[in-house]
């Protein structure tokens, strides 16, 4: 039985199940839910592809895959972003972030406190300040006239 044969993926068993792990053999076809102990993602999957083909939570596997390079993060690319880079938000930290990420993300202003989500590449590539510090900057200039 799953319970028995792996008791680390049968620890994932989703408790909404009509069945129990004590009761379905690992290698089983049957499709069930399951909850990441890791993420805690739910998702569907047939038993004998978590037991035999080692597949798991779509969403850990996803991070694994999108590993940062070093000297591609956030922090290698753009270290005054990356202090700026709300990681409690994100839930993430930036040598985790690509610096080309289209990933939206959370900022939170180094002078005022500000908090506002863009882009992690349009930060790094516009070397984007704060809306609040840059509309503040604004204030009062006119613009030049030409001629």
């Known amino acids: 039985m799953l319970a028995e044969a792996r008791p680390d993926i049968a620890a994932e068993w989703h408790p909404d199940n009509a069945l129990a792990p004590e009761t379905v053999r690992a290698g089983s076809a049957r499709r069930v839910r399951w909850r990441c102990s890791v993420c805690a993602t739910e ?6 592809n978590r037991t035999y083909l080692g597949s798991g939570c779509p969403v850990c596997t996803a991070r694994k895959h999108a590993e940062v390079k070093p000297g591609s993060s956030l922090l290698d690319r753009a270290p005054w972003a990356a202090t700026e880079f709300d990681i409690e938000a994100n839930g993430m930290h930036p040598a985790q972030v690509r610096g080309t990420s289209t990933m939206l993300a959370w900022w939170e202003c180094f002078d ?12 790094v ?14 204030v009062g200039r006119r613009k030049r006239p030409r001629g």
Do not use: D, F, L
């Open 125 to 138: 590539k516009r070397r984007g300040i704060c809306p609040k510090c840059a509309a503040r900057s604004q």
């Open 112 to 123: 005022c406190g500000y908090r506002w989500q863009a882009q992690v590449a349009n930060r």
């Open 43 to 48: 998702w569907e999957a047939i038993v004998s």
